[in-house]
């Protein structure tokens, strides 16, 4: 149930979530330290793709440097696994409504996973090539689509807070 929108948040906001310093003094422009490699302030394309292909590859499964569909469906991020649960804590089955509950939220789950990828699917080969990904990773985090990323728009955001700007509609990044 929940293993698909962490995927689907993974693969938006993974390579940002990836780049963040860990030490005090950059903690809050960590994303920004990292990429910013010129020194001005914001992250253009070109400095975003120089660490991107840790966060495709993290998603393709099969190692081919391209991401399906399937690979995105079920894709397994490292949150926990369901033998790390507590023993102490006995397991109860669902009830048929926290059944079909659970099966309505995948469904909608996979739905926006696979309008999610047909948006990075730019030229509709089926396949999103690592050019592909970051440039809708880019415009996914370039909230206010100036072609830059800023400290703010790198930082997470908080799950149900959307921010200003879509991912949809904007303009190609410049290299």
């Not at 190692?63 to 397991?91: C, H, K, M, Q, S």
Request: glycine share 10%; proline share 5%; net charge negative.
């Amino acid at each position: 149930m929940n293993k698909l929108s962490r995927v689907i948040a993974f693969s938006v906001f993974g390579l940002s979530g990836s780049i963040f310093a860990a030490d005090d003094d950059s903690r809050r422009n960590g994303g920004l330290t990292n990429l910013d490699t010129d020194g001005d302030g914001a992250v253009n394309f070109e400095e975003f793709q120089q660490r991107g292909a840790q966060s495709l590859s993290r998603l393709d499964s099969d190692e081919n440097g391209v991401l399906t569909l399937d690979e995105l469906l079920n894709a397994r991020p490292d949150f926990g696994r369901p033998g790390d649960r507590n023993p102490d804590r006995p397991e109860r089955e669902p009830s048929e409504e926290q059944i079909a509950r659970m099966e309505q939220r995948k469904a909608e789950m996979a739905a926006r996973a696979t309008e999610r990828f047909q948006e990075m699917d730019v030229n509709g080969d089926d396949i999103v090539s690592l050019d592909e990904y970051q440039e809708a990773n880019f415009l996914a985090l370039d909230r206010d689509n100036n072609g830059l990323l800023s400290a703010e728009e790198l930082r997470p955001r908080r799950p149900g807070r959307r921010g200003q700007g879509s991912p949809r509609g904007g303009r190609r990044p410049q290299a």
